[in-house]
């Protein structure tokens, strides 16, 4: 029984490379690939035609939330709960809300921006068929790796090589799932 192609590998051996070969990729119109690099590669997300993540609204609608709650329930402990006028006080003053309000602030934000982290990024992946291929350490060395995935629509196996190629790729491989 043959297994099941995951997609193709390609090896480039520096940056402009690799850079220039994801432009080609985005313009072919794939959008199921990956680009694996030794170390951040500026602009690459550009390249790849990626748009910028939500995780930062994810962390703000975290943060107004965590401010809302600590104003909410100071409100609701000392207006409802618990009324007790001290030295003339009144029930609910932001003055007195504020210290909880704001440390719920960060809490919420800091839970918002890990949860939406490992929800966006599909974590935790304990197995990656990229995993599979015997040269994938020299992507955290020296080598970089454009990998097209098998689901994209686009992806014809001979059509996608010779993309890969024309870009400038070599040691392309199919990778099984």
Known sequence: MAAQ???LIATFDNTPALYHAAQQVRDAGYKNWDCITPFPVHGLD?????????????????????????MLLIW??????YKLIVGGKPYFSPMFAFPISYELTILFTAFAT????????????????????DQIRRGM?????????????????????????????????????
């Open 76 to 81: 609701w402990a000392n207006g409802f709960e």
């Open 5 to 7: 192609t995951y997609g």
């Open 46 to 70: 550009r390249a790849m035609g990626l748009r910028r993540s939500i995780v930062p609204r994810i962390s703000l609608v975290g943060g107004i939330t965590g401010f809302c709650t600590g």
């Open 141 to 177: 060395d020296d080598t970089f790796f454009i990998v097209v995935e098998a689901r994209d629509p686009r992806f014809n196996l001979a059509n996608t090589k010779a993309l890969l190629e024309k870009a400038g790729g070599r040691e392309i491989v199919e990778l099984e799932a």
């Open 114 to 133: 890990i949860i939406g982290m490992f929800v966006l990024n599909g974590l935790p992946m304990h197995y990656h068929p990229v995993l599979k291929y």
